[in-house]
């Protein structure tokens, strides 16, 4: 992402050398709404920081932020801060500042559902193409080909509980030209120059918006969205301001957007080169793959209540056979989906993560291998550390586990403190 050298200093002449004085860092009072985002950046070995933090005035002026400097911080929440400018940027271009102090004004209390009624599913969508002076989005038709397939992998992850509503499409068109709206590709400008183009656009819970790919080349992602706005545990409501953002309508890249609107974050995984990224998980929809057999992994799937801790679900590990049931085809046809372990000790494997200590372990099976996932403490997204084929073994934080033989719709593993003793089991 781009920087930039902040006005940062005076000079003076003193005995005819030049001295520079630094302009000591200004601090400013605001107060402005919280909005947490996720990122989806376009190359897939992308480390580091993914989730950004707009802080915005009732006059429109917008602060950038650490979200780790937030840790207390809700969607939606009216806060008091004192910030200090750093001369750097966020990764979608906004001025970063340093938070010096901060106070919660006043937190959202959801007051308006939509009616559970409405087309059968209250969970809608409000689709908008756009279409600028220079530039256009992709066409409606081809984004209702990718919607249906989002529809359906968001149905099949929630083992058929969930499913998106009915979707009402709109074109906005913008009398200024993408590349210049685009320009630096501040998400913050690119809503304002948007949204007043669309009529009732909040008379559906989820807000989807397609801007051209072409003419938009400042930025270097995919889909930007809002986290955990409209959880699918949760109760509809019109009040969250529920919104997306795409460069690519692709099927994938709407499901994994959708994933954050639901409260999901981002599955890291090894490259390569041994090495922990942010999109490194080859079998998740939240790891950055354009592959349309990928799905949400269990630790995701439990995130978003449909897994829940009952025989033929989520199990806890112990000392024993299970029989795991592949994750994308069904639960309670075998002993769990996965099994859980509490990690206190957990510390998480990605370099900008690894302050976030603690979390769960999750031994799932799919693929055709046993996987091993560490979800964050925090809802801070997940972590692949193993797949594990038939014969093979994990162990760490007091747990071991040993893959006993993998069959088309089922895997059986041995748990227990030792990969020795885990084996016993597999007998």
């Given at each position: ?11 003076a002449m003193?005995?005819?050398f030049?001295?520079?004085k ?11 709404k ?28 917008t602060?950038g ?36 102090s ?7 209390n ?59 499409f ?24 948007i ?36 959880q ?7 009040t ?13 890249v ?39 057999t ?101 162990s ?32």
């Open positions: 992402m781009k920087s930039f050298l902040a006005a940062c200093c005076t000079t003193v005995s005819g030049r001295v520079i630094k302009r000591k860092p200004k601090d400013i009072s605001v107060v402005c919280y909005l947490l985002m996720d990122v989806l950046l376009e190359k897939e070995e992308a480390d580091g920081d993914t989730e950004a933090v707009e802080c915005t005035t009732e006059d429109g002026r602060f932020i650490d979200p780790a400097e937030l840790p207390d911080a809700e969607q939606d929440d009216i806060l008091s801060l004192v910030l200090r400018e750093t001369g750097e940027q966020t990764i979608l271009n906004d001025d970063k500042y340093h938070v010096v901060y106070d919660l004004v006043s937190r959202s959801e007051t308006t559902s939509l009616a559970e009624s409405e087309s059968g599913n209250s969970y809608t969508l409000l689709v908008v193409d756009t279409v600028f002076s220079d530039e256009r989005s992709a066409s409606r038709r081809s984004i209702q080909k990718e919607l249906q397939r989002t529809r359906n992998l968001v149905t099949k992850g929630s083992y058929n509980e969930f499913g998106l509503g009915a979707a009402t709109q074109r906005a068109t913008v009398s200024k030209r993408i590349a210049d709206v685009a320009r630096e590709c501040k998400v913050s400008n690119l809503r304002t120059a949204e007043p183009n669309i009529a009732s656009i909040k008379a559906q819970m989820y807000r989807m918006m397609f801007i051209p790919r072409s003419g938009s080349g400042d930025c270097d992602w995919l889909g930007v969205a809002k986290q955990g706005c409209g699918p545990s949760r109760k509809p409501s019109l969250r301001d529920c919104w997306s953002m795409y460069r690519s309508e692709m099927a994938w709407q499901s994994h957007e959708l994933g954050h609107n639901f409260g999901i974050r981002h599955a890291g995984g090894f490259n390569g080169k041994g090495v922990m990224i942010e999109y490194g998980d080859p079998q998740a929809i939240m790891g950055n793959k354009n592959n349309p990928l799905t949400y992994s269990a630790a995701a799937r439990a995130q978003m209540g449909f897994l829940t801790a009952r025989s033929g679900e989520l199990v806890r590990a112990s000392s024993r056979k299970t029989r795991l049931s592949d994750i994308r085809n069904g639960k309670r046809t075998a002993d769990a989906v996965a099994l859980t372990h509490a990690c206190g000790s957990c510390v998480p494997k990605q370099d900008s993560k690894k302050n976030n200590v603690g979390g769960e372990l999750f031994i799932s099976f799919g693929y055709s291998k046993v996987m091993v996932h560490l979800r964050r403490a925090n809802n801070q997204g997940t972590e692949q550390w193993a797949a594990l084929g038939a014969g093979q073994s994990w760490g934080h007091g747990l071991s586990v040993h893959v006993c033989s993998i069959g088309s719709s089922v895997g059986v593993v041995g748990t227990a403190g030792t990969i020795s003793n885990a084996k016993f089991f597999c007998r």
